[in-house]
């Protein structure tokens, strides 16, 4: 990365460094902190936040692709677009509602597992897509990956909640926020970076092996890292 452009973008980093290094010092030393550091002692609420930034690290670096894709490599307008993305979209009002009915009955494990698995193969079965791909072949995928998404967030939301001591889960859900939208940012960084050096189908390819491969190592956490104490 060379220019003006590459040096702001690296100080930019440098400052966020410095910034949170600052902000984790002050934290620590505060008498009443805005975010009790404490909270990351439990390896359950470590997991989740984590599985927060994996989450939407794939699913918006996706989100954010794939419209190019079909506008730039497909042709396809910006109506057409949209429409071609909906089954995509569908999926998270049906998938949540769900997961939220499983979770009260399993814990909120099953369905994050479940969930991030699923997400995690629709995420990988874009690797196919070219200019030629016919539409009907990235329907699975679509589906999967929104469906996946969907499933998941409910659960998570509910497992770090669960970590989190009652009198700390307004801090608790600041964090899991926090931590998606930490993600969010990373993966459309990303795959900016990916579709800049190698083009758009290349950068995609590569978005969603990073991506899927996020999905799995949450979809571990959560059956690892999540198992309740003895």
């Not at 220019?3 to 010092?25: D, K």
């Not at 609420?45 to 419209?67: C, D, E, K, T």
């Not at 009955?105 to 030629?132: E, K, N, Q, V």
Request: hydrophobic residues 55%; positive net charge; aromatic residues 8%.
């Amino acid at each position: 990365m060379r220019g003006p452009a590459g040096e702001r973008v690296l100080g930019g980093l440098v400052l966020s460094v410095l910034a949170l290094t600052a902000f984790l010092l002050l934290e620590r030393r505060a008498r009443a902190p805005m975010l009790p550091l404490e909270l990351f002692a439990s390896r359950r609420f470590s997991a989740s936040a984590a599985i927060g930034v994996l989450l939407n690290l794939g699913f918006y670096g996706l989100l954010f692709v794939v419209p190019l894709y079909f506008q730039q490599v497909r042709h396809l307008g910006a109506m057409a677009t949209g429409l071609a993305m909906l089954p995509m979209a569908l999926m998270p009002p049906i998938a949540s509602p769900l997961s939220g009915w499983v979770a009260a009955r399993t814990g909120p494990r099953p369905p994050m597992a479940y969930g991030l698995i699923i997400g995690g193969i629709g995420l990988l079965s874009w690797l196919p897509a070219d200019g030629d791909t016919n539409y009907w072949a990235l329907l699975v995928p679509l589906m999967l990956t929104g469906f996946g998404t969907g499933f998941t967030m409910p659960a998570a939301t509910a497992a770090i909640m669960e970590a989190a001591p009652p009198e700390l889960g307004g801090a608790a859900s600041a964090v899991f926020n926090a931590a998606r939208q930490t993600g969010s940012a990373i993966g459309v960084a990303l795959v900016g970076t990916l579709v800049a050096g190698g083009g758009l189908v290349a950068g995609l390819h590569a978005d969603v092996v990073v991506g899927g491969l996020g999905f799995l190592t949450a979809a571990s956490l959560a059956v690892f890292a999540l198992r309740p104490a003895h």
